[in-house]
């Protein structure tokens, strides 16, 4: 059942002595696992006496958890569905609501949990980001931060020497998590049970000058079939994907309805790609390695660079794999929950049909009580 919510957000700042807090009065917060950083955020509060401005992200690595709490069945109702309706005609109404008794309006709109049996229901998530940037509106009297999950820090890091420099550990893992110590970042929560030793790993363990740690790391695991990055809850994965094994249903229609629209779309330039292409260059010498149907045109390719030793091919089919699909997409706008994440399934059901896809994205926005959600590899079910 669709229901009326209330939202608190929130964003506790480390500092020392004392953590600062502040009240969120505009955050947009978004999840993309086609993106790095996976977690981006953009934060709004009050200015208040200015003392957040004493926090430099310049000076040393600024950590924040973002809290949302979504409390499901308020008592102000006047209030909330003036909230929910403002601008709307009447025509606009009636198309929502076409076909429904006076008692499925009541229940699809509102529900106090005040009867027996009914208690309150709270929805809640936090995220741990980096903070960015921090920039303050004296005539606004707001601060704006900008915020990220910790791929960012791995972009601070360039390599500033004339060698090449060969990252040591025993095998993938214990490589990885020696870039992630020197840049002040905890070690991989979650690993595969067997990843490639030192020997299978050779050359690509060699780090040339300029690359950053992220750019180094990315190319190191993406040739072994893996994935890093770094989850809400400021945790490392190592794994082929960021699949999870949940299937969430979105409804359009009936009392439990939460999508309020729906855009699909089928596009060449928004991520329609038929072939992937990786070049790799080191010691003056190009190494290219492609995955292609080689089919008459149309063929859209994606082209990526590397400073580091040939590995042999199979990177380019293995990402090829990855992004066959995304050019069929659909933009749900539903009422916000706090519980879905990019990588879990979606059934998405309307009163025409229902409709499979894969989480890839979901932005939340605050104070407006609603969520974008992108569906990739859409097909009927």
Known sequence: MSVLAEHHVAITIDHSPHPIRLDVSRHTLEMDEEWIPYVQATVECPLGDGGVLVVDPQASDVWATIQTRRLLGRVDRLADFTRRYRGRTLHALSLEFAGQTLAGITRATYHDYTDPG????????????????????????????????????????????????????????????????????PHVTYAPASVPSDAEIGDEALRSPGSSALEFLTGLTRHHGLMLWCDENAQWHLA?????????????????????????????????????????????????????PYAPNPEKALILRYNRPYPGPGLAAQILARVLGRGRALELLAVS??????????????????????????????????????LREVGAA
Not at 264 to 281: E, H, L, P
């Open 118 to 185: 009914h208690l309150r229901r709270e929805d809640a998530r936090q995220w741990r980001v980096m903070l960015r940037e921090i920039s303050a509106d004296r005539k606004a009297a707001t601060v704006t931060l900008t915020l990220a999950s910790g791929e960012a820090r791995l972009n601070d890091w360039q390599h500033m020497s004339a060698t090449t420099d060969r990252i040591p550990g025993a095998n993938l893992v214990e490589k990885v998590n020696f870039i992630l110590e020197r840049c002040n970042l």
């Open 240 to 292: 082929p994907d960021r699949t999870r094994l949940v299937t969430r249903e979105l409804r359009s229609a009936g009392l439990d309805r939460s999508v309020i629209n729906e855009v699909s779309k089928r596009s060449r330039d928004d991520g329609w790609i038929t072939a992937v292409m990786v070049i790799y260059t080191w010691e003056g010498q190009d190494y290219y390695d492609v995955a292609s």
């Open 337 to 374: 929950t706090y519980v879905a994440s990019p990588g879990e399934s979606v059934a998405y059901i309307t009163p025409r049909e229902t409709v499979t896809g894969r989480l890839a994205a979901i932005r939340w926005q605050f104070p407006d009580d609603e969520m974008s959600v992108r």
